[in-house]
Structures are given as structure tokens and as C-alpha cells.
């Protein structure tokens, strides 16, 4: 059974910092590649930020280049999102999704940027 487990989320005041991270059971996890996804109240999921399956390539989208920074631990099963500057806009459920031939998504945990 493939379980993806999200933890670190919370509230936070606009340039404060958090981090994500996201367990991950029942796959070889050094095969897949991981990304963080974020879906605003009333808006689409998006894609926040990608990892590889070696960590040795990132993506990320214009929003969060250069504050968010992901990373994978493949000896511990988990990939991290560092969130940092943050701001009110960047209030959403985030998401982890893993993916190789098949996908699977974690139940995600909710940030909130508020004074």
C-alpha cells in the first residue's frame, strides 16, 4: 500500500519560513520523481516545484524561484520543500505527489501566511 504522508504545515506571518515535508511508504522511492503541488480555495492545484529521482535536478515555477528550495532524502524516503520569505498568496493545501509509471498523491497539509 503506497502511503505519502505531508507534515510541517501551519500558520505563519508573511516572511517567516516553514518546512514540508512529505513521507513516503510502499514504493521504491529513489525511483520516482517528486514535486510539491498547491491548490488555493476556489483556484486549480499547481505545480509548485519538482524534484529528480537522484535529486540532481530541480524545477520550480516563477512564483517561488528563489525562496522555496526542494530537496530528497532517498535514505529516508521523504522529500522537503524549505519555504522561506513567504507570503500571503503562497496560502494553500501543498500536496506531494510521486510519480514514475504510475502516480500518487499524499493527503496534503495546509499553509496559511497571515499577520
Known amino acids: 500500500q503506497v502511503q505519502l504522508v505531508e507534515s510541517g504545515g501551519g500558520l505563519v506571518q508573511p516572511g517567516g519560513s516553514l518546512t514540508l515535508s512529505c513521507l513516503a511508504s510502499?514504493?521504491?522511492?529513489?525511483?520516482?520523481?517528486m514535486s510539491w503541488y498547491r491548490q488555493a480555495p476556489g483556484k486549480e492545484r499547481e505545480l509548485v516545484a519538482t524534484?529528480?529521482?537522484?535529486?540532481?535536478?530541480?524545477n520550480y515555477d516563477d512564483s517561488v524561484k528563489g525562496r522555496f528550495t526542494i530537496s530528497r532524502d532517498n535514505a529516508k524516503n521523504t522529500v522537503y520543500l524549505q519555504m522561506n520569505r513567504l507570503k500571503p498568496e503562497d496560502t494553500a493545501a501543498y500536496y506531494c505527489y510521486a510519480w514514475n509509471i504510475n502516480g500518487y498523491w499524499g493527503q496534503g497539509t495546509q499553509v496559511t501566511v497571515s499577520s
Open positions: 524534484i529528480s529521482s537522484s535529486g540532481g535536478n530541480t
Open positions: 510502499g514504493i521504491t522511492f529513489s525511483r520516482y520523481r
